[in-house]
Every structure is written in C-alpha cells, then in structure tokens.
Nanobody, 122 residues
Framework: QVQLEESGGGLVQAGGSLRLSCVVSGRSFSNYAMAWFRQAPGKEREFVTVISWSGDMTLYADSVKGRFTISRDNAKNTVYLQMNNLAPEDTAVYYC???????????????WGQGTQVTVSS
C-alpha cells in the first residue's frame, strides 16, 4: 500500500508563491510517476503536472506552464510543487497522486493524498 501526505498549502496574495510537498510511504517511491491535480469548488478535479520516476520527464497543464515547477527527491520520498505568480484562479484543493505512467489521465493514478488547500486572494 502507498500512502501520500501533502503539506504546504495556505493563503497567499496574487503574485505570490507557495511550495507544496508530498511525502510518500509504503511501496518504493521511485517506481511511480508522481502527479499533482487540483479541484476548485464546483469543478471537476483537473491535471496540473506529472513527473517521471527518474525526474527526466515532466508534463504541465497549459494553465500553469511557466509558473509551476514539479520536482522530486527519491532519497526523501518526496515530490514538490513550486508555484509562482499565483492567481485567484489557482485557488483549489491540491492533491498528490501516484501512478505508473507519465500521462494526464486521472484514472491511471491509483494512490491519492487527502489534499491541501491553496487560496489566492486578489
């Protein structure tokens, strides 16, 4: 079993930055692609970014490209999401997820964290 725990969310003004962390325990962290999704109130959960197990491949949603950066430290079983130049439309609960493939498809992610709230004020 794989367990994921996010941290780092909070309230920030527009234009500010936050760094989210997701610590993974259980099965070998380095076997999994790690992704971030987000869900705003009244909306479906959407893909944000994913990183391969080795860290050499990443994908980003167009809405965050150039502002968000995903990274991972396999020695610490941790994946990060650096979010810069935040905007009110980035307000959502952010979820960490683990899967086998480096793709956007939500269905392929088998393991999920509980989420961390990010609120961006204008």
């Amino acid at each position: 079993q794989v367990q994921l725990e996010e941290s780092g969310g909070g309230l920030v003004q527009a234009g500010g930055s936050l760094r989210l962390s997701c610590v993974v325990s259980g099965r070998s962290f380095s076997n999994y692609a790690m992704a971030w999704f987000r869900q705003a109130p009244g909306k479906e959960r959407e893909f944000v970014t994913v990183i391969s197990w080795s860290g050499d491949m990443t994908l980003y949603a167009d809405s965050v490209k150039g502002r968000f950066t995903i990274s991972r430290d396999n020695a610490k079983n941790t994946v990060y999401l650096q979010m810069n130049n935040l905007a009110p439309e980035d307000t959502a609960v952010y979820y960490c997820a683990a899967g086998r493939l480096v793709i956007r498809t939500i269905a392929q992610y088998n393991y999920w964290g509980q989420g961390t709230q990010v609120t961006v004020s204008s």
